[in-house]
């Protein structure tokens, strides 16, 4: 039986890999900022007394230990790890003010991946050879290349990108597979007030099939879904003049300091 721990958890992408996984039998340790939220998507879970639940901000890095701990020694041995929290909201340097909004969302898309790992890592590595293990950081295209109005978004998920694989390298030999799952535009409450066309949307509950497909593969990488894997590698090779020309015309989404 899967041991699987989720940061995130209470809505959107985390809480419908909860339901997947649970789907199939796994101990869930899941994990978001509200309790009533986490316990409401427990108890609509199967075998939901066997789940843990816990009311934590990934940015408390104390509090998230605490909670990875407790989720160990309750279960003994976890197989996956999925560092899912994230938060986006357009940003622009020009206004002081967003500076606070770059620090926020860098914390929690960024540092809160590091400290979400970080606890599991040498229990891991004790019995990952004899057993499968997962870290599984949640990047997303738009870590590809950067997007007007959305400087601090892109650079915390081209940050996980690049993150996850300086870990996947560190950890080769010592049977931890590190996966890296970059979302294109999948349709959760996160993208929904997005105010510009959104191409291949795609429904949670189909990405989530995906993504536990390329999670049990242990994929280093992988766009989900697959159309905007090949979008991304063909903005990846356009000259800079041409994108910045293209972009630059482009909608942003709102600040969340605007009037």
């Keep these: ?11 959107g992408i985390g809480a419908a890999l909860a339901r997947a996984y649970a789907e199939q039998g796994a101990t869930l340790g899941l994990l978001a900022r509200r309790q009533e939220v986490l316990e409401e998507l427990r108890l609509s879970l199967p075998n939901a007394a066997q789940h843990r639940i816990y009311a934590v901000d990934v940015t408390d890095h104390a509090a998230l230990a605490r909670a990875a701990h407790d989720f160990m020694q309750a279960v003994g041995q976890v197989n996956i790890v999925i560092a899912n929290a994230g938060i986006s909201v357009g940003t622009l340097s020009e206004f002081g003010e967003d500076i606070k909004v770059f620090d926020s969302i860098l914390q929690t898309n960024l540092l809160a991946t590091v400290a979400t790992f970080s606890p599991f890592i040498n229990g891991m590595k004790a019995y990952a050879k004899n057993s499968d293990c997962r870290l599984v950081g949640i990047g997303s295209v738009a870590g590809i290349r950067g997007l ?44 929904r007030d997005n105010p510009y066309p959104m191409p291949f949307l795609m429904p949670v509950q189909a990405f989530c099939r995906a993504a536990l497909k ?30 910045d020309t293209v972009f630059a015309r482009v909608r942003r989404k709102p600040r969340a300091s605007a009037d």
């Design 1 to 11: 039986m899967k041991t699987v721990f989720i940061t995130g958890a209470s809505s």
């Design 148 to 191: 007007p109005g959305a400087g601090a978004y892109c650079a915390s998920k081209a940050a996980v990108i690049n993150y996850c694989e300086s870990l996947r390298v560190e950890l080769r030999d010592s049977g931890i597979r590190v996966v890296t799952i970059a979302p294109g535009y999948i349709d959760t409450p996160m993208t």
């Design 214 to 243: 390329s999670i049990d593969r242990a994929d280093s990488y992988r766009v989900i879904p697959w159309q905007m894997g090949v979008v991304a590698k063909l903005l990846r090779s356009l000259p800079n003049w041409l994108y």
